[in-house]
């Protein structure tokens, strides 16, 4: 087995069967860790790069297994909830295995490259048809960048398509890196504004823009795929998207997209004992349209683009 294959790392999910993250049918692999915070994040379970323990309170019991058996003494359950102590969490999940109403569980777990592309490689008869693969996402799958490189380069080996979706907020050599094994790039561009974008994401745009450019400039033949989360109070205006717009076009994206905001991620935030940062905002529908419209005017982009 090579020294790839046997690299480990932190997945909190594998998905299958996926048709929106590249081309084709595609299974994601979900790494853990991502430098940025942003306030509309629907994946909140992927911040740290650690396992996350949650806890869902419809199913507790309040038998108090749990915290009798942490061997750091990190929880207590009272009339308002179950209390974790995260700087004495280490994640071991005792808490998990004991739990009889399956309350407890947690997000995360250390794999190993060469199981994780044995189970990938379960469905190459869809990739052979479909032109899929490999998708890495996150999270934000170069913040664990030894990892994930081995994971695209055992790929590589085993003749598996590869994308990437990414947020670019990493060191420029290791974004390069992970770009000369890709096949498919995606990465958000969230806003153009430096202040807005730290405010509401906890990190400056300026590296990602800047390794956007880099990897454009070293990888022309790169398919690049840029996509922006339209988030209420945000981005959700003409001027925001029109400049991001043409941000894509200059880069020469090969296809440019607006996503809709959602709150399907909010259970998460409640799992993990966190309030959900975005509240009750919510996203106009016709709002939306024109501003698809409008990046669509800026850029054009089509299914034949994708291919």
């Known amino acids: 087995?090579?020294?790839?294959?046997?690299?480990?790392?932190?997945?909190?999910?594998?998905?299958?069967?996926?048709?929106?993250?590249?081309?084709?049918?595609r299974t994601i692999v979900f790494l853990k860790g991502c430098p940025l915070r942003c306030r509309w994040c629907s994946n909140p379970e992927s911040q740290r790069a650690a396992p996350d323990i949650a806890w869902n309170h419809t199913l507790c019991i309040g038998c108090q297994s749990c915290v009798q058996v942490c061997p750091q003494h990190a929880l207590s359950l009272d009339s308002q909830g179950l209390h974790?102590?995260?700087?004495?969490?280490?994640?071991?999940?005792?808490?998990?295995?004991?739990?009889?109403?399956?309350?407890?569980?947690?997000?995360?777990g250390e794999s190993c490259v060469g199981d994780i592309l044995d189970d990938v490689e379960k469905d190459s008869l869809f990739y052979a048809r479909s032109g899929g693969g490999l998708t890495l996402s996150g999270g934000e799958p170069l913040f664990q960048p030894q990892f994930a490189l081995a994971l695209l380069r055992e790929a590589q080996e085993r003749h598996i398509h590869r994308?990437?979706?990414?947020?670019?907020?990493?060191?420029?050599?290791?974004?390069?890196?992970a770009a000369e094994l890709l096949n498919y790039l995606l990465v958000d561009v969230k806003s153009l504004n430096a202040e807005k974008h730290q405010a509401?994401?906890?990190?400056?745009?300026?590296?990602?823009?800047?390794?956007?450019?880099?990897?454009?400039?070293?990888?022309?033949?790169?398919?690049?795929?840029?996509?922006?989360?339209?988030?209420?109070?945000?981005?959700?205006?003409?001027?925001?998207?029109?400049?991001?717009?043409?941000?894509?076009?200059?880069?020469?994206?090969h296809v440019?997209?607006?996503?809709?905001?959602?709150?399907?991620?909010?259970?998460?935030?409640?799992?993990?004992?966190?309030?959900?940062?975005?509240?009750?905002?919510?996203l106009d529908e016709t709002s939306f349209s024109s501003l698809q419209a409008l990046a669509g005017r800026i850029l054009p982009s089509s299914l034949e683009r994708r291919e």
């Open 256 to 282: 440019y997209e607006l996503l809709p905001y959602h709150k399907m991620g909010e259970s998460k935030y409640r799992f993990l004992g966190k309030d959900y940062p975005m509240g009750d905002a919510a």
């Open 163 to 177: 994308a990437m979706e990414s947020c670019a907020c990493c060191p420029e050599e290791t974004f390069l890196a």
């Open 84 to 108: 974790k102590d995260h700087a004495h969490c280490i994640g071991c999940a005792a808490c998990v295995h004991i739990c009889p109403a399956a309350a407890m569980f947690r997000y995360g």
């Open 1 to 25: 087995m090579s020294a790839n294959a046997l690299e480990k790392g932190v997945v909190f999910n594998i998905q299958k069967y996926s048709v929106h993250d590249g081309p084709g049918i």
């Open 200 to 253: 509401f994401t906890g990190q400056s745009n300026e590296r990602i823009l800047s390794n956007i450019q880099k990897v454009r400039q070293a990888f022309p033949d790169l398919k690049l795929h840029l996509r922006t989360p339209v988030i209420p109070g945000f981005n959700d205006t003409e001027k925001e998207i029109a400049a991001i717009a043409g941000f894509a076009r200059d880069v020469g994206a």
